[in-house]
């Protein structure tokens, strides 16, 4: 898990009081400095696992004794400057533990394998497909090759290959997303930005849409209750994104995409030595879609327009006394859905055309600061971590009016502290500081928040074949008090290649009722709300198996996987009452989330990838009375992948079938205007093909081939102002059929 790989590559201090709690600091990817020698040593770091051999990019080494260390490049190759007297290299990369090496004075170059381990603290980086890690938390990663599959514009379109996690429109008018994991949606899956909380609160409709593709690294999924070091709000688990480097990226990147319905995109990347101990990088980011597309005759936009500008510069410096890392990011972002003849300067607030709109001017910035070589001394590690995010929305569904301002300040501080090889701790403590003013029609909702935390978690490997990480955390909340959080995972490896896992663990958030339902406000009906909306409660726990095997010479991973989550408090979004009215209150009676996964991933010849994975949910709330399935969501769902590369080509297709599911009761709506009470399944295939020239890369494909569209989305779209108007029960695809090219230029560092 990402959250794991920040603290165990960080270089060690010498022990210290625990008195001293209130030094404790947390870092991502600290990367040992170089030191000042006339000598050097250079070479390349491999990992081996059951699965491949390959290049360990930000590997670090360090002269034992010395604070002279570096990391290893994107290609693993390293260049290390050698005091004099420096004989005994450490060596260390997530998921492949780590090995200390004599080397004889004369030796000026190297060539480095480690093996994968058993330790926690892993997640693979860079991978040929989306892999599932070796550490105790059950943990995917989607690496940035894996994502290049695929058009992949934003996180909400990052998911389409992979069988746990999934996005799809919230609504049929105004363009918020949802991602779905184990059988939940979104608000219960934490959200990490380089192990930083990033979208939450006010973000939660669009926040999927505000990491743009070719800035992302890798993407981490992490199942269950996640590591209490992030936090309270982890239910369902987390994903974490990590976006691409100044030390190791190269010093320009460019992408361009457009499609045949109007959507284009224009993504740079660039990256800068700053001397000898900082780098820094700019990223860029441009998307528009301004066509009217009604392919269903409605008289409403299939996919609203929309416009996203989006800026990050990002700067690095390590002197091997202090590392720092400093995150700066704007974002103007606008959506404009409805009627086809709606223009929102004219339109926006009467009743002469129905339209939806959302401005949202997002900023946020955030720091990491690690104190290197202390006391020269690898047993412990200090870091600091500092955020702040201001979040400006207005949006508007017809005549109802809505604006939120979120103001956010985030700290963690955090020490590492190392008995052996085989156990540690992470302790520290964190402050979270809220503030929310949002108007919804007439009715104003406020809420500050300050919440500070303490945590610690323990990491055993004592034995060869059982990791176990345990953790429990302490938030004392300044309104509803305070908030225990214990967590546990196991790992058991039968064999080398094959590993049980168990994990629970609790989770809490506060509800934001707007945010949380925006989907939920696009329809005529009437709104009823509880006065006193409760913060949501739940335990998590899951089994799974992984396993890695050959079937006649093709290497084969096969995983399965139970996932449980039980609410013992939750906001209730209630559609069934009656088809007219919405009820949001406190659960009242039973919720629970049943998901079971089985895939099976393999390699039938070099170059030659198939997945084929197999998901059920059971999902269930009290809504109108009655424990009943959550609506809108597909109980089944099978998702098959093949690719294959070859020279410089690479050709790919997906293949999806969502199960049926339950539709909310419209049984009171007059003729013509009701739903079954189910909705059927449908099938959902895309392809893409790329070829590389070198440092240029074109690449073509289709979404959506079979051309499936949810039909009807919107009841009454014809009398958007009257009271049977619902453009909020969305369980299919809005988008058609849609062909994309677009290419991708590197300008590699020099030699």
């Known amino acids: 898990m990402a959250t794991f790989k920040i603290f165990d590559i960080l270089h060690k201090f010498r022990t210290f009081r625990l008195g001293g709690v209130a030094l404790l600091l947390s870092l991502v990817s600290v990367q040992i400095s170089t030191a000042q020698s006339s000598k050097s040593l250079s070479g390349i770091i491999r990992g081996i696992d059951s699965e491949a051999t390959k290049p360990l990019a930000g590997a670090t080494l360090q002269w034992l004794g010395y604070s002279a260390g570096a990391f290893a490049d994107k290609d693993g190759k390293f260049n290390l400057k050698r005091p004099d007297g420096a004989t005994r290299l450490l060596v260390r990369y997530v998921g492949y533990g780590s090995d200390t090496l004599t080397i004889a004075p004369n030796v000026s170059q190297i060539e480095i394998d480690l093996r994968a381990s058993l330790e926690t603290a892993a997640i693979t980086v860079e991978a040929e497909s989306a892999v599932i890690s070796k550490v105790a938390v059950k943990t995917e990663t989607i690496s940035s090759r894996d994502l290049s599959k695929s058009a992949c514009c934003s996180l909400s379109e990052s998911f389409e290959k992979n069988a746990s996690a999934e996005a799809s429109y919230s609504d049929a008018i105004a363009g918020s997303k949802q991602i779905q994991l184990l059988g939940l949606r979104g608000i219960y899956t934490q959200i990490l930005t380089e192990a930083v909380p990033s979208i939450r609160g006010l973000a939660v409709p669009f926040g999927a849409d505000y990491f743009p593709g070719p800035w992302m690294e890798s993407i981490s999924i992490s199942k269950g209750a996640a590591s209490v070091i992030s936090g309270y709000e982890s239910i369902t688990g987390q994903i974490n994104v990590e976006l691409r480097k100044s030390q190791i990226a190269d010093p320009l990147f460019l992408n361009g995409y457009a499609n045949n319905t109007g959507r284009y995109e224009l993504n740079a990347i660039a990256t800068q030595n700053l001397g000898e101990h900082s780098s820094a990088a700019v990223m860029l980011h441009g998307r528009s879609f301004a066509e009217n597309t009604d392919q269903n005759d409605d008289g409403f936009l299939d996919m609203p327009k929309f416009r996203q500008i989006n800026g990050l510069a990002r700067w690095y410096y390590n002197d091997d006394a202090v590392e720092t890392q400093v995150v700066v990011r704007a974002l103007?972002?606008?959506?404009?859905?409805?009627?086809?003849?709606?223009?929102?300067?004219?339109?926006?607030?009467?009743?002469?055309?129905?339209?939806?709109?959302?401005?949202?001017?997002?900023?946020?910035?955030?720091?990491?600061?690690?104190?290197?070589?202390?006391?020269?001394?690898?047993?412990?590690?200090?870091?600091?971590?500092l955020g702040g995010t201001w979040?400006?929305?207005?949006?508007?569904?017809?005549?109802?009016e809505y604006s939120g301002l979120q103001k956010t300040f985030y700290s963690k501080a955090l020490a590492r502290i190392a008995f052996s090889d085989a156990q540690y701790i992470m302790a520290g403590a964190s402050w979270l500081l809220d503030n929310y003013d949002e108007k919804f029609i007439d009715t104003s909702l406020r809420r500050a928040e300050s919440v500070p935390g303490?945590?610690?978690?323990?990491?055993?490997?004592?034995?060869?074949?059982?990791?176990?990480?345990?953790?429990v955390r302490t938030d004392f909340h300044n309104i509803y008090g305070a908030v225990f959080t214990p967590r546990v995972h196991l790992k058991y490896a039968l064999t080398d290649y094959t590993s049980l896992r168990a994990s629970a663990g609790s989770g809490f958030r506060v509800p934001n009722i707007i945010a949380d339902n925006f989907s939920a406000f696009a329809n005529s009906r009437r709104i009823f709300t509880e006065p006193d909306i409760r913060p949501e409660k739940a335990w998590n726990y899951g089994l799974s198996i992984t396993t890695t095997f050959d079937v006649w010479?093709?290497?084969?991973?096969?995983?399965?996987?139970?996932?449980?989550?039980?609410?013992?408090?939750?906001?209730?979004?209630?559609?069934?009452?009656?088809?007219?009215?919405?009820?949001?209150?406190?659960?009242?009676?039973?919720?629970?989330?049943?998901?079971?996964?089985?895939?099976?991933?393999?390699?039938?010849?070099?170059?030659?990838?198939?997945?084929?994975?197999?998901?059920?949910?059971?999902?269930?709330?009290?809504?109108?009375?009655?424990?009943?399935?959550?609506?809108?969501?597909?109980?089944?769902?099978?998702?098959?992948?093949?690719?294959?590369e070859f020279e410089n080509w690479q050709l790919g297709t997906t293949l999806i079938?969502?199960?049926?599911?339950?539709?909310?009761?419209?049984?009171?709506?007059?003729?013509?205007?009701?739903?079954?009470?189910?909705?059927?399944?449908?099938?959902?295939?895309?392809?893409?093909?790329?070829?590389?020239?070198?440092?240029?890369?074109?690449?073509?494909?289709?979404?959506?081939?079979?051309?499936?569209?949810?039909?009807?989305?919107?009841?009454?779209?014809?009398?958007?102002?009257?009271?049977?108007?619902?453009?909020s029960l969305v369980w299919g695809p809005l988008d058609e059929r849609t062909f994309y090219g677009g290419f991708r230029l590197t300008f590699p560092r020099g030699e």
Do not use: C
């Open 332 to 385: 103007s972002d606008r959506y404009d859905g409805g009627q086809t003849d709606f223009n929102p300067e004219t339109d926006r607030g009467s009743l002469v055309r129905y339209g939806t709109g959302t401005r949202t001017n997002r900023y946020e910035t955030y720091a990491k600061i690690g104190l290197l070589n202390a006391a020269y001394d690898p047993d412990v590690a200090l870091a600091l971590v």
């Open 391 to 400: 979040h400006d929305q207005q949006s508007y569904f017809g005549s109802r």
């Open 454 to 471: 303490i945590f610690l978690e323990y990491t055993s490997n004592l034995t060869p074949h059982l990791t176990s990480v345990i953790g």
């Open 553 to 644: 010479d093709m290497p084969t991973t096969f995983d399965a996987e139970f996932f449980r989550t039980d609410f013992t408090e939750q906001m209730i979004v209630d559609f069934d009452r009656s088809p007219r009215e919405i009820h949001i209150g406190n659960l009242q009676g039973t919720s629970y989330a049943n998901s079971a996964l089985a895939q099976i991933m393999l390699t039938p010849a070099k170059g030659f990838d198939v997945t084929a994975a197999w998901r059920i949910t059971d999902t269930r709330a009290t809504t109108g009375g009655l424990l009943q399935l959550r609506p809108l969501m597909s109980v089944h769902r099978f998702l098959g992948t093949v690719n294959y």
């Open 657 to 727: 079938w969502n199960g049926g599911g339950r539709i909310p009761l419209t049984a009171d709506n007059p003729d013509g205007l009701r739903l079954p009470e189910n909705f059927d399944g449908f099938f959902r295939a895309n392809a893409q093909i790329s070829k590389k020239f070198g440092n240029f890369e074109l690449y073509f494909g289709v979404e959506n081939i079979t051309n499936y569209i949810q039909p009807s989305p919107i009841i009454d779209a014809h009398n958007p102002f009257g009271q049977f108007f619902d453009a």
